[in-house]
């Protein structure tokens, strides 16, 4: 059951950074906080590479506006 969670989290960051990098979304509206929490429960390697993706993208938004 644990990769389900785990792929289901996956899939929703991407998702959600994917969104934000193309200005679909703001990062409040991706809302990726709990699969955040999630992945880091279950695979903390994936989840700070993911983070730092993150990080990177909603810094560049930042420095866009």
């Known amino acids: 059951m644990n990769q389900g969670i785990e792929e289901l989290s996956v899939k929703k960051i ?13 990062p409040e509206e991706a809302s990726l906080g709990f699969a955040f929490n ?7 390697g994936l989840y700070e590479d ?11 938004l930042k420095d866009n506006l």
């Open 50 to 60: 993911f983070l730092e993706e993150y990080t990177k993208v909603v810094n560049k």
């Open 38 to 44: 999630k992945l880091k429960d279950l695979n903390e």
């Open 14 to 26: 991407r998702i959600g950074i994917r969104q934000i990098k193309n200005g679909t979304v703001t």
